[in-house]
């Protein structure tokens, strides 16, 4: 019965709600773990005491705080629509709180480390233009890894100077793009891209074989050149998201337009990034205020 409203509720997610295949397998994940520790009950209740214990058994399970907190909030969007196809009663597990997790602080590059990031890819690099266009629209939009993947041709819009993403559930944003990055992209597109294609589709960016390049590829070809310039520290594509909009805001953006260029739908998502600017901040007060 469980395996069946699981289900049932992951096709709900991907049909009716458009979220991506990687949202919706880290739901599946989330909800296995409530799967395996229903198995053998005779009952499919879902009530706030079968839930409690439900809990205990991921901190037996040695999860954190924060996948505790993760899967708190996966059963919840799971018993609001099983409450709504008539499935179940709501539960009260939806008054029950997350466990608190330490704030993680999104890492990003200086500016001098990007500088430094867009002279590594060359010719010699085998598609050495290809990946210097995915490094300077990534830090020129701050788009995401599976938005850069799936651009077309016609996506940049070169007398506009923006680039048309479609994001999370399908909703298409119009974010600027810099001269920089689409003379990147030229240079590819004529240089590398038009030589390996030949009209066989109309995806941006390809592998050497010419064609679509997977995200997984990109991820790992962004994470190669970063750790060049990172000194070490953890850094992965959506590094550069998070140094385009620190960038922007320490150079004073008005955090609604970052939070539109980065396509959150709420807000306080784009708040976090205020605790970066407050640092960059404070580094300036304790060099230049007399009395620091």
Do not use: C
Not at 16 to 40: E, I, K
Not at 86 to 114: D, H, V
Not at 175 to 201: M, Q
Not at 223 to 247: C, D, M, N, Q
């Amino acid at each position: 019965m469980l395996a069946e409203w699981i289900g049932s509720f992951l096709a709900y997610l991907k049909e009716q709600r458009n979220y991506s295949p990687h949202t919706v397998t880290a739901y599946a994940t989330d909800l296995n773990d409530l799967q395996n520790f229903r198995q053998g009950k005779s009952s499919p209740a879902l009530d706030k005491s079968n839930l409690i214990e439900f809990l205990s058994y991921l901190k037996q399970k040695k999860y954190g705080n924060r996948s505790i907190a993760r899967k708190i909030s996966a059963l919840k969007s799971f018993l609001k629509y099983l409450s709504r196809t008539g499935k179940t009663p709501e539960s009260s597990i939806l008054n029950l709180r997350a466990p608190k997790f330490e704030q993680r602080l999104p890492n990003f590059l200086q500016e001098e480390q990007m500088d430094r990031v867009m002279y590594l890819p060359t010719a010699k690099e085998g598609l050495g233009y290809r990946d210097r266009a995915i490094l300077e629209l990534f830090y020129s939009s701050g788009i995401r890894l599976a938005e850069l993947a799936g651009l077309k041709l016609d996506s940049i819009d070169k007398n506009e100077g923006t680039v048309r993403v479609l994001g999370k559930r399908n909703k298409e944003r119009i974010v600027p793009v810099g001269e920089i990055a689409l003379e990147a992209i030229d240079t590819y597109l004529e240089k590398e891209r038009e030589k390996l294609v030949s009209g066989r589709h109309n995806l941006l960016f390809v592998n050497h074989q010419g064609n679509p390049i997977t995200p997984r590829s990109i991820g790992r070809i962004v994470k190669w050149y970063l750790s060049k310039v990172s000194e070490g520290a953890k850094v992965s594509p959506h590094t550069i998201r998070h140094t385009f909009a620190t960038h922007l805001l320490n150079r004073g953006a008005d955090l609604r337009a970052i939070q539109e260029m980065l396509g959150h739908s709420s807000l306080s998502t784009t708040q976090k990034y205020t605790h970066l600017d407050i640092a960059h901040l404070k580094k300036v007060y304790d060099k230049a205020f007399p009395r620091s």
